[in-house]
Structure formats: structure tokens, C-alpha cells
């Protein structure tokens, strides 16, 4: 079975960092962006499982 894909999107490196190493550990495949922008982007091009998305963003609120 394929890893599930989990799309993070945060502008905080270091929570990025970490969300991606916990999901890593349990066997996930993460990619992470820093804004909403990129975050529209892979979506387009890309299927995810799943998105965990900051709400405050530097370019667009998280809820968008």
C-alpha cells in the first residue's frame, strides 16, 4: 500500500520541521510550504490525503 500523502502548510519552520519528522516516524509521506500560495499550487498539481493548514498565513488566511 502507498504511504498517505499529507500536505502541511505552516510559516513557522520549526513546526514544520517537527510535524514532518512525527509523520515520518508513523509512516506517512509529508511535504510542507510556507504559505497558502504554494500550498494552492501542490494542491493543483499534486493529490493529498490530507492538509494540515495554519489558519494565520503570511498571504492569505489558512480557512481559504
Known amino acids: 500500500m502507498d504511504k498517505?500523502?499529507?500536505?502541511?502548510v505552516d510559516d513557522n519552520p520549526g513546526m514544520r520541521e517537527t510535524l514532518e519528522i512525527i509523520l515520518r516516524a508513523k509512516g506517512y509521506d509529508p511535504f510542507?510550504?510556507?504559505?497558502?500560495k504554494k500550498a494552492t499550487a501542490c494542491i493543483s498539481d499534486s493529490?493529498?490525503?490530507l492538509a494540515l493548514i495554519d489558519l494565520v498565513l503570511p498571504d492569505m488566511p489558512g480557512i481559504k
Open 4 to 8: 498517505q500523502k499529507i500536505l502541511i
Open 32 to 36: 510542507s510550504v510556507d504559505n497558502g
Open 47 to 49: 493529490f493529498f490525503n
